[in-house]
């Protein structure tokens, strides 16, 4: 079966951390570029968080998380992690990872764009709150 699935996700206090994980089965990510993406409470429209492309790996991180979250990629297991410390209420949403085969996912004026990426996880919640 042909899957992405996250976990890791939960209620953290204000400045905690969280790792969210995602995990490919039934294809080989990679040679795809992968995204984070979340989904606040109320809204309508996914948010690109962070990205990762193929080869050398290079990244991509939304300005609100920058210094914070840090994505990476493990090609032998067929897995993908955002680790986020110093969360804030802000960061509250569903976190979706998904994938793309077009390296302008995470280039350039397309990077984290959200019509960019095919397939899609089911989405992991996470919750920010004293």
């Known amino acids: 079966q042909v899957q992405l699935v996250e976990s890791g996700g939960g209620l953290v206090q204000p400045g905690g951390s969280l790792r969210l994980s995602c995990a490919a089965s039934?294809?080989?990510?990679?040679?795809?570029?992968i995204g984070w993406f979340r989904q606040a409470p109320g809204k309508d429209v996914r948010e690109g968080v962070s990205c990762i492309r193929t080869g050398g790996g290079a990244t991509n991180y939304a300005d609100s998380v920058k210094g914070r979250f840090t994505i990476s990629r493990d090609n032998t297991k067929n897995t993908a992690n955002l680790q986020m410390i110093s969360l804030k209420p802000e960061d509250t949403g569903v976190y979706y990872c998904?994938?793309?085969?077009?390296?302008?996912?995470?280039?350039?004026?397309?990077?984290?764009?959200?019509?960019?990426?095919?397939?899609w996880g089911q989405g992991t919640q996470v919750t920010v709150s004293s």
């Open positions: 998904a994938v793309s085969s077009d390296a302008r996912a995470c280039i350039g004026s397309m990077s984290m764009k959200e019509e960019m990426y095919r397939r």
């Open positions: 039934g294809f080989s990510f990679g040679y795809l570029t």
